[in-house]
């Protein structure tokens, strides 16, 4: 049983249903059971707070810097207790990819939704790419499987460092840490880094000095990683962001064993970074909860992860709806679903049919009362009406309001509770569940994921990433550290995969295929993007596309509450947050700000901005972005 | 011996009306022999990436002149050329515009600001700008636009073919 607020139970054949005995089964009455999660007080009542009280005062980030688009977030603090009373997540730009894909033939959707994104327009081509296999029935050649795998895990060599040293990395180099906590740097200094074997630093000072922004030479290697991933992407997508060669079916591009020696160069530069890289996050971490435990509560969350599993297995991927819990659960990543740290499933079926998407709070109109779709999935199992395939974006700008609608992302629930999307849902998933293929390098334990590095300029190492005893911002950069060596060994399975095929002469990366004409057609391309969790749902009818659906891991990230006032993840990690600044100068939020980027977010992903006037741009945004 | 070339950069976005100013003067540069002391780009890209591609040669270009358009409110369809005197961005500016040129954003002030940060941008670099008339979805230049594209072309013809390469000029306004 993976549900415990959903109507929906399993036979004996493990096949879904709807409880007969629930009048209206998706009723949005009666508040599900979550699991924990913060007090929350009322608008009125924080209001009322901050009109009694000098020492409770609002403070707003806007924008969050240093994230990828356009996010604010609204805070009350009590200043004297050190604690966030409120939290309210804001995405302030409105984009409509779903609403640009209506009307269109489906192969569209390929090049149009990698623009939603800078960074990953990669993911956003293959999600699309899948949706359309399953709608169109279409099943790519296995070297079009593994290169296309290859060139995601290629993607996420270059997101997960960009996030760890360009982006959160700051907030724990010298030049933040010295300025908001003098005491914690004063530590520093005296405390010796226990992996200096490994990254070269005798104590925590000195990597907080190398993660200084613009200067320091980790921030520096790490934008030089970024190249050595683009190099290597565009040996298979010919372009970064926008890949040109992802396509149902497969991959365009013409792959030779001269394109794997030039990809391989390049992967094996992340074998010794990624060594170093965890090293320097477990030094990081360690050394953080050594010198106040009250940082195990910066940004944490209830331990609700949800991920759809990546990197496909060419022999088990047929892009059938039927079949996707069994191919699913043979992919390098495992999706899955942990509540309360628990995984409840593996089946990528159950957790499509968990997936409810919100707008009570956010700027648009519910779409519910004109009657369902889709009432069931294509096998029959109960679909909800809030359900990403019965949805309908209905854009209705207005003014910020707390009480009401405040933001432009919307609530994706999974079984009603609000989930954490994250790069480390994939290592958590795939440790506990025990499903990855038998290979050379990743071992899943039950309780941990072992990575066997090899040796470059360091010796051959053993990397272990252990499910964490709590979930805060600190594990999930941790967790986004051993994902560089995870992803490489992933990469490094693929790439021998894709020798293996090449020298087999099997050499065809796509499958031609022809869109139905007639009838209509669902898809859905379950996916990741570096950060986590990606799907694309979509409907065809005649031909073209009818309905076309994005969640993104920041959608789910930065929701805003939900009907029952549940509050999003930013929001929730805040709340849980304690004030620990103690620099004499103005405040700086430092404590808030590592609890958001902790998550990775990207706006421009989240809120898929568009203007019926026509695209604006955020001073020029590859994303496209406008104002509304 | 290596020559000195000047670089012709244009950025910007590709069908969004006026704000592919850049990328179309490229494109209609590109149809012209040029000699060897010229290079065209496009250079409509993260500015890390660019950045990337100037160190692999950092002494090539002698001069760079990049074209873009930036709603600034002045008047539409005006063409704006000054040279960039990079006046100390602070490291806050620096970072934030690193921040946004790796997580995607194209703009050719983030390109200026991150290529001086990194001492990466010819000694003489100019920037020629046109306030947009429009920024919409579809193909094509404003009527205005499309003239001033023209008037980019001959200017940097004229200017080439006479060799005549002086930037020592004031900013100026070509309304």
């Known amino acids: 049983m993976c549900f415990k607020n959903l109507p929906v139970e399993f036979d004996a054949d493990g096949k879904p249903f709807l409880r007969e005995d629930v009048g209206n089964p998706y009723a949005l009455d009666g508040a599900p059971a979550t699991n924990g999660g913060p007090t929350t007080l009322t608008r009125d009542k924080i209001e009322e707070l901050l009109e009694r009280n000098g020492h409770i005062e609002q403070k707003n980030f806007d924008p969050v810097t240093r994230v990828a688009g356009a996010l604010a977030f609204h805070t009350v603090v009590d200043t004297t207790a050190k604690k966030v009373m409120d939290a309210r997540s804001v995405a302030t730009l409105f984009r409509g990819y779903e609403v640009i894909m209506m009307g269109r033939d489906p192969r569209d959707a390929i090049f149009i939704t990698s623009r939603a994104c800078g960074v990953c327009g990669g993911v956003h081509s293959t999600t699309s790419a899948l949706a359309i296999e399953m709608a169109c029935g279409v099943k790519p050649p296995p070297l079009g499987t593994v290169m296309r795998n290859l060139l995601l895990a290629i993607e996420y060599l270059y997101d997960n460092p960009l996030h760890l040293f360009l982006l959160a990395g700051p907030d724990y180099s010298e030049a933040i840490v010295s300025k908001t906590n003098p005491e914690l740097f004063r530590r520093a200094e005296q405390t010796h880094a226990p992996h200096s074997n490994v990254h070269g630093y005798s104590t925590i000072a000195d990597i907080m000095r190398d993660l200084n922004p613009l200067e320091g030479s980790l921030y520096l290697e790490a934008l030089g990683m970024t190249r050595v991933a683009r190099e290597a992407y565009v040996l298979i997508g010919g372009k970064y962001p926008h890949p040109q060669t992802i396509v149902p079916g497969g991959i365009s591009a013409t792959v030779s064993l001269s394109t794997l020696n030039e990809i391989y160069i390049r992967i094996q530069k992340f074998f010794d970074y990624g060594k170093r890289v965890a090293a320097i996050y477990d030094d990081i971490c360690d050394f953080f909860y050594d010198a106040d435990p009250r940082y195990r509560d910066v940004g944490r969350t209830s331990a609700n992860l949800i991920d759809l599993g990546q990197w496909d297995d060419p022999d088990a991927y047929d892009a059938t709806y039927e079949n996707a819990g069994a191919w699913g659960e043979r992919r390098w990543a495992t999706p899955g679903v942990i509540i309360d740290g628990k995984q409840v499933t593996t089946n990528l079926q159950h957790i499509n049919l968990g997936l409810e998407e919100f707008v009570d709070h956010s700027f648009y109109e519910d779409w519910a009362g004109d009657g369902v779709r889709h009432k069931t999935d294509p096998l029959g199992a109960p679909l909800s009406p809030y359900h990403p395939w019965n949805k309908s974006t209905r854009p209705r700008p207005g003014a910020t309001n707390w009480r009401e609608k405040y933001t432009w992302a919307t609530s994706p629930r999974w079984d009603r509770q609000a989930m954490d999307a994250e790069a480390s849902a994939r290592l958590w998933n795939t440790a506990v569940a025990q499903k990855i293929p038998s290979n050379p390098y990743i071992e899943a334990t039950g309780h941990s994921l072992k990575m066997l590095v090899p040796a470059g300029r360091l010796p051959e190492m053993e990397l272990e990433w252990h499910v964490p005893d709590v979930w805060n911002a600190f594990e999930r950069n941790r967790g986004r550290a051993y994902c560089v060596s995870y992803t490489s060994m992933v990469a490094l399975n693929l790439w021998s995969k894709a020798s293996e095929l090449m020298k087999a002469g099997q050499s065809a990366v796509s499958t031609k295929f022809e869109v139905p004409k007639k009838g209509g057609q669902l898809g859905v391309g379950f996916w990741g993007a570096g950060r986590g969790y990606l799907s694309h749902h979509l409907e065809l009818d005649s031909g073209v596309v009818t309905n076309y659906q994005i969640i993104t891991p920041s959608t789910i990230n930065a929701s805003p509450r939900d009907a029952w006032d549940t509050p999003g993840k930013y929001e929730e990690a805040v709340l849980n947050t304690p004030i620990l600044e103690t620099g004499a100068g103005a405040y700086q939020g430092i404590d808030v700000l590592r609890a958001i980027r902790s998550f990775d977010p990207c706006m421009p992903c989240t809120t898929h901005i568009h203007s019926d006037a026509g695209v604006v741009t955020r001073e020029i945004n590859t994303c496209a972005c406008g104002v509304d | ?175």
């Open chain 2, 1 to 175: 011996m290596s020559i000195e070339v000047l670089l012709i950069g244009g950025v910007g976005y590709t069908y969004l009306g006026d704000l592919s100013f850049g990328p179309t003067l490229v494109e209609r540069l590109r149809t012209r022999d040029w000699p060897s002391s010229v290079a065209i780009e496009d250079v409509s890209y993260n500015p890390i990436t660019v950045m990337d591609w100037l160190r692999d040669d950092p002494q090539r270009f002698h001069r760079a002149v990049f074209v873009t358009a930036v709603a600034r409110g002045r008047e539409p369809g005006s063409l704006h050329r000054s040279h960039w005197r990079p006046a100390g961005p602070s490291a806050d500016q620096v970072q934030d515009s690193v921040a946004a040129a790796v997580t995607g954003t194209i703009s050719l002030e983030n390109l200026l600001i991150i290529g001086s940060h990194f001492e990466l941008l010819p000694a003489e670099t100019e920037v020629i700008e046109i306030e947009p008339v429009t920024s919409g979805w579809g193909e094509g230049l404003s009527a205005v636009a499309e003239r001033r594209v023209s008037e980019v072309t001959a200017w940097l013809s004229a200017e080439i073919e006479s060799g005549s390469e002086s930037v020592a000029r004031p900013a100026s306004t070509m309304s």
